[in-house]
């Protein structure tokens, strides 16, 4: 099993900036990818980045250039940098370990 705590969600305007992190902690194997995703009210959760336990990342089309992903494995956690928030970013964010656990989720709400 393994338990993943998200944070660092929140209100904030158009073209500022969050830094979201999500903690794992219990069966942590390796290799491994660790992986944030969103939710918008009547949306489908979509995949917004993610990271290999090597450093291997991936953007959804729609963040590039804007969020950054990254880890620390010794912390075994993940974070996502977002920058030049838009208002279309606003979600519940989740993140995600091995396509198999979720964290709770943390809202994050971009003001126009």
């Known amino acids: 099993q393994v338990q993943l705590v998200e944070s660092g969600g929140g209100l904030v305007q158009a073209g500022g900036s969050l830094r979201l992190s999500c903690v794992a902690s219990g069966s942590i194997v390796r290799p491994n990818v660790m992986g944030w995703y969103r939710q918008a009210p009547g949306k489908q959760r979509e995949l917004v980045a993610s990271?290999?336990?090597?450093?291997?990342?991936y953007y959804a089309d729609f963040v590039k250039g804007r969020f950054t992903i990254s880890r620390d494995n010794d912390k075994n956690t993940c974070y996502l940098q977002m920058n030049s928030l838009k208002p279309e970013d606003t979600a519940v964010y989740y993140c995600?370990?091995?396509?198999?656990?979720w964290g709770q989720g943390t809202q994050v709400t971009v003001s126009a």
């Open positions: 990271i290999t336990s090597i450093g291997g990342t």
């Open positions: 995600n370990f091995r396509y198999q656990y």
